[in-house]
């Protein structure tokens, strides 16, 4: 049975998304798609881009998530429905209330305009200290550290140097072929 490394899983940082610090979100839209055309090492596709300093060091991650939430409308009015939470109200509720809210602001067909001219730094994710995993790190031990911080992913470290990311959907791959390996032992 093969016995899994983070740094034999781990796509290296050459080649995933990545765009500097000060850059638009469009820029980081345009890294995500070339990284995605250009990444085919598994049928999974990358759902981040890696925000990096003037040193070439990470210093955030934009995932999907956050590139929606830039979309989001800013508006006070919005934020206090989603405060009404702490009273009990439920998420279907909540979602109620602002569609109804949102049908009362006029349209915003400039919504995709105004968001691309907005900076990575203003959304991206500042990795936390749980988020980093050395690259001789096994398989198990990394199954452990996605599941106990729920991440989708881990920056790879070698002497503290970050080297590539660690997706979950290659571990999951990789843990899929242990048991089938296993499987076919029994």
Known sequence: MKRYLVKDLMVPISEYATVPQGSTLSEAVIALEKAQEEYNHTHYRHRAVLVLDN??????KLSQMEFLRALEPQDENIDRIKEIRKFGFSSK?????????RRKMPVNSDM???AIKLKVEDFMQTPSEGEYVNENTSLETAVHQLITGRHLSLLVTQKKKIVGVLRMSDVFAAAFHVIKEVEATE
């Open 55 to 60: 040193n070439k060091q990470v210093v955030g």
């Open 112 to 114: 995709y305009t105004s």
């Open 93 to 101: 509720s909540i979602a109620l209330q602002q569609e109804q809210y």
